[in-house]
Every structure is written in C-alpha cells, then in structure tokens.
C-alpha cells in the first residue's frame, strides 16, 4: 500500500461516488481522528493512503443532496475548530418522487441551504441543480425536473449563494437496466439546439437573481453557446477559488482523472469515498454510480 504524495495540501473530495454527509459522517470523523484514509482506486483496487490533518489537507469538499446529519451533528463546526477549511457543493434538484425517491422533500432542503449559508460563507456553497431530466411515459407528453427551478433559485439568491452548476443526465447503460422494471417509462436526450434553447432560458432566470450558470461536462453545448451568453464551464472543485477565500497555497492543475475531455473543469483533489463501501440509499433513477438496493435505513 502506497501514501500519497504530495508537494501542496491537498483537497479532499467527499464524494463524488456517494453521499458521506447524509449517510456516512461518523465513518468520516473516525478517519479524520485517525489522520487517514484508505482509499481503493475502484478501477484498478489499488489502496493508498490519504492524509487527513490540517497540515496536510488545504478544503474539504463535501457533495451531497441531503445535509440534514451533517447539520445537525455540528460536524462543520468541528471540523473547522480542527483548522480544515469547508465547501460544499448541494445538489438541489426539483421535487420528484420518481427521479429521486429518497432525498427529503424540498422544503427541508431549502431549509438546509439556509442553515449552511447561515454557518459557514455563502461564498463556498455551490448549488447544483443536477442534472436536467426529461423523460415520459408510452406517449405521453414528454416532462422535465425544472418544475421547481425559479422556485430554487430565488431562495438560493435570497441567502448568497451566486452559482448554479447544471447538466444535461448522461445515459448510462446501467441507466437504461434500472428503469426495464418501469413499464413504458423511458429518458429522452434533447438535441443540441434544444439544450441551447434551455441553457439560454434558465441563465436569463438566473441572472435577474444574480447567479451566475455553469455547466458540468458539457463541452459540446458550451461551444454551440452563442458569444452573447455568459454561462461558463463548471470547476465544481475549484482550487483558484478556494486559495481566494481561505488563503493559503494549493496546485491548481486540472484533474487528469476526471472527465477533462468532456469540459470537466475540476481540479486536483482525492475522493476518499467508495461506491461498494458506501452504496448511497438515495437510489437515484438517474444514478451513475451503484444505488443500493435495501430500504433506507438512515434519516
């Protein structure tokens, strides 16, 4: 087993591959009382080792749809008495039953938003609302998830945060196996100059409240954007960002492993969580990752 190396502190990511603040916060303090991490490459199942003291870890960020045990086990506020600096990127998408069965309702998570913006700086919040759905049933007209999209918006601009990052749902084999079960339901995937044509709408809604559009892995739909647009490319870790609200020093190379090619605009940072140590029991429709398949056993 190899210890990572570094020459800067580095970012914990935590995590793209499940949701640590809903589920998994308890684990997440252990190891941070341990000063370590084992993480297993989920491609190769090489292990290493990842520091986790202040010394050696610039930000923590933390991705998740439900921030409510986070919230209320005060695990912010220890972890910045601990000297760890915090961001969060929060998936606030639409209510939806169907698309996302076992997130809480939206009220709790506007809640939420406002308790986090209300605890720590409005400057390191990153709506996501994430991503952007369409689907129908057999003939049916066909929906999508912004039902709730203005609604969203203006409370996250009433309590200071100024970026939304979007995408359009990226149709995964595992994707289609998961929804067979659903008789007649089926993902449509606009077109280009659709996705456009709603890109353009939703940065209109958006810069009345003056939040600023980004998209996530997008790069096709940027470059059609027409030059009037401001929408930009999404760094959901944004290591330049995080040296202009807490200081300090930091690499702020892309992320080779992410989805650069696809206009992922990350940069260098190390997930510590795991799609089969960790399933996530949001059991997304959308997921691509591995939902898990028990009830939920957690609130």
Sequence with gaps: MRVMKHSNRIVISASRRTDIPAFYMDWF?????NGWFEVVNPYNRRAFIVPATPDKVHTI????????????????QALLAMGFNLFFNFTINSDSPLLEPR???????????????????????????????????????????????????????????????????????????????????????????EK?????????????????LYTCCEKAVLDALPSGSNIKNSSCIPNNLFIEIFGGDLSVKKDSGQRVKDGCG??????????HLHPCYHNCLFCYANPSPKPITKT
């Design 61 to 76: 960020v933390f991705w998740s749809k439900n921030f409510a045990a986070f919230l209320k086990g005060r695990f912010g």
């Design 266 to 275: 990350c940069m260098v940072s190390v997930d510590i969580g795991s799609y």
């Design 196 to 212: 456009i044509e709603l890109l353009l709408k939703l940065e209109k809604v958006l810069s009345e409240k003056n939040i600023g």
């Design 103 to 193: 997130v809480p309702s939206l009220k709790q998570r506007l809640d939420q938003l406002r308790d986090l913006c209300c605890n720590f700086d409005p400057r390191s919040i990153n709506w996501r609302f994430d991503p952007i759905c369409f689907f129908g049933f057999e003939q049916n007209v066909i929906k999508d998830n912004l039902h709730d999209f203005s609604r969203i918006a203006t409370w996250v601009s009433r309590h200071g945060v100024t970026r939304c990052i979007t995408s359009f749902m990226d149709h995964y084999a595992k994707v289609g196996r998961r929804i067979a079960s659903k008789s007649g339901f089926f993902f449509v995937d606009p077109s280009l100059s």
């Design 29 to 33: 303090m252990g190891q941070i009382k």
